[in-house]
């Protein structure tokens, strides 16, 4: 008895960064030392900025506040409150359907960048409008672009296959002033292109980012997120992706992560001298090996692996540039310089 009760706990933690855990868990010591996220959630301090998550509230098994995170009414609700009080975003929604980005991770990956980042700038974290990053695959939710613009003030150009996400990320932008003059959001028209179509060569983009849709067919998605969905529900699910989120561009396309990170790290050698750190999130251990080949193969000058904790889930970040230690100082000096 006692193991199935640990059994089932640790499943349902595995599956969500969003997750409050049990009192017992004070503070997500595996979130970015600067992640806002690393407490539990102070539900009274939510409410007061989002009245409308008091009817989602209630006591988890812990006798804790907490919401139904089986339940995607609560956790959009949550998102809202999330980014109203530590990011000031006002207005934040998302088209039925559309994944329903876990805030702290997502805030990860724009701190670990920051990180490297100030590691080639004697340390200092290079903050302001100049510093000019790409999100490849913004989505409807807009998230690193409302992360980074509010915590380090950089620019962000947005691209997305799907003209349903850019009209959504559009006007998450248009409705919140706080971000609106540093975010540019783009359609992407080719399917097989990442930088072409979006940024051109003569241009000067310190930072590209990327959440690449993760699975290699609809059914693999669709069992992926039932999955997901039994493990944070008892209930019957028919339809997990049209009842937890995330459309199918999102979730998944052909060849999956492992393709779509290989063909993006042979593109970007086109434009080697426009961008100084290229990056992806690996969600899959195994797709490292490829994307590691293909990045040797191309000449890439120098390459890293952020490990990146989110609660039980590993994930890691692979960042690459194709400049010199010569090159990269000088584009420090060019561009971060006060
Ligand atoms: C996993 S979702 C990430 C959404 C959001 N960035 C997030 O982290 O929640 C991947 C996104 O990549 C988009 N996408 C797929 N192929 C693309 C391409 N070639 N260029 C730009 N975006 C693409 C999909 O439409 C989808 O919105």
């Known amino acids: 008895m006692l193991f199935l009760q640990t ?19 004070k503070e997500k010591t595996k979130l970015h030392p600067r992640n806002k996220h690393r407490s539990r959630y102070d539900f009274s301090k939510l409410i007061a900025s989002c009245p409308d998550l008091s009817p989602f509230v209630r006591p988890n098994k812990y006798g804790d506040e907490s919401i139904d995170f089986a339940d995607p ?22 088209p039925a359907g559309y994944l329903t980005p876990p805030i702290p ?22 903050i302001g409008p100049q ?7 913004v989505g409807a939710n807009c998230i690193y672009p409302i992360i980074g613009s509010i915590e380090y003030g ?44 979006i940024i ?32 944070l529900s008892r209930k019957k699910v ?20 492992k393709r779509f990170v290989n063909k993006m790290i042979r593109e970007s050698k086109k434009f080697s001298a426009s961008c100084y750190w290229f990056s992806s999130l690996i969600s899959k251990e195994s797709n490292l090996k490829s994307a590691y080949a293909t990045l040797e193969k191309v000449e890439a000058a120098e390459f890293k692996t952020i490990p990146m904790g989110q609660g039980n889930k590993k994930s890691r970040i692979v960042a690459w540039t194709f400049f010199s230690p ?13």
């Open 73 to 94: 009414k609560a956790v959009i609700m949550l998102n809202k409150a999330l980014l109203k009080h530590f990011y000031g975003i006002d207005h934040w929604d998302i």
């Open 7 to 25: 059994f089932k706990k640790k499943n349902i933690m595995k599956n969500s960064t969003q997750l409050d855990k049990g009192s017992a868990q």
């Open 238 to 257: 028919v339809d997990p992706i049209k009842n937890f989120g995330g459309q199918n561009s999102e979730l998944w396309c052909e060849g999956g992560e």
């Open 326 to 338: 010569e090159q990269q100082k000088m584009w420090v000096e060019k561009r971060w310089g006060e």
């Open 200 to 231: 051109d060569k003569n241009q000067h983009i310190d930072l590209t980012i990327c959440n690449p849709p993760f699975h290699a067919s609809l059914a693999e998605a669709q069992a992926g997120t039932l999955r997901k969905v039994k493990n």
């Open 105 to 126: 991770g997502r805030a990860n990956y724009i701190h670990y960048m920051a990180d490297l980042l100030a590691s080639k700038n004697f340390g200092k974290m290079p």
């Open 131 to 137: 510093i000019k990053c790409l999100d490849i695959g």
């Open 154 to 197: 950089w620019s962000f150009i947005g691209s997305d296959t799907d003209p349903v996400a850019i009209e959504s990320a559009s006007k998450i932008v248009e409705l919140n002033p706080a971000i609106r003059k540093n975010v540019e959001l783009k359609l992407q028209a080719d399917p097989n292109d990442y930088l072409y179509n």
